[in-house]
């Protein structure tokens, strides 16, 4: 065994992150490009793609959290922040103390930043939340966002940043519901630009940046795409977009099985014939779900096995074969590649019946991250 070998890592090619910023910059064309690193850049590691996202021509970040910002903020002096979610009184605290734009739909919470803006010394930069049909923050009505746009205009305290929306189907490319969110939000963009001309109007997620050029308006908001992730949970080449993260294990043991030895918990599986089996040390405690039980591979010495048996905690196993060269030590790639063999996240989100987001999402705090370029 290799010495340093830690039972499982992930390994975050940071360059890749700006590589898939540049390529996102250049879809974009005029409209600026942010970064959204909410959940710890999806799993990867905020700062450090947060950094990678600015070097390939983002200019701004967003989160979905105060806290989030306010550690962003001591990475960033400078770098525009904004925070999307619902917030308390106390996360509002939060997220202008560490400088950063926040999300507005509701005439109680532009007071609550009126209120607020008193200890800052300067209004609040706020940007107006439209829910043109994702049916979650923002306010649904348009007059009634626009009466909302008209009290933070007349509000010193308050300054309109901008005026957004989130799309629900941007990643189902046949649907025609991103068309009718447009045409919704379309009009109380214009009408908020016209009460405040330099404000930012966005709505682009990944899919909708990657599919519409209609959608991109002033700025983007990519997040999936800058780690290399497919927003359609395709293959991510097809966009010319580069995986940034790879979750690495290895093989702590080796073992022979007589036919009808089985392997884990429950006994899920028996080995059907003499066979080796290779334990790695990484199971759902790192984030490798137990839906992958008996439904998923592992690349060794480059190429695919079977994970046999229930995932457990701490441990999977795998099918090595009846005639194996993998000895103790040998390095195993869950997500990456490894020789010529390649395991995409999303190949995993669809034997989980789930999406890429949840899987690099899922990877707990155990797994150490490493940095490349
Ligand atoms: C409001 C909002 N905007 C933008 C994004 C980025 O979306 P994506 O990761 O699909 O690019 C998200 C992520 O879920 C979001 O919640």
Redesign the pocket.
Known sequence: MSEGTVRARAVVDTGAVARNCRLLKERAGEAELCA?VKANGYGHGAAPCAAAALRGGATRL?V?AAEEAAELRLHFPDVPLFV?GALTEEELGTALAADADVAVWREGFRELCSRLAADRGGPVPVHLKLDSGMGRLGERDPDALLDLARSCAADPHVEIAGVWT?FATADEPDDPFLAEQLAAFRPVADAVRELAPGCTVHAA???ATLRETCAHFDMV?????IYGLD?FQRDPSEHGLEPALELHSYVADVKRFEPGASAGYGRTWRAPNETWVGVLPIGYGDGVRRGLSNNAEVLVGGRRHPVVGTVSMDNITIDLGSETGVEPGAPAVLIGRQGAGRILAEELAARLETIN?EVTCGISQRVPREFEE
């Not at 908001?221 to 795409?225: E, H, K, L, P, S």
């Open positions: 959204v967003a979905a999307m989130h997620n990944s899919a908001r990519c997040g999936i795409a927003p987001y």
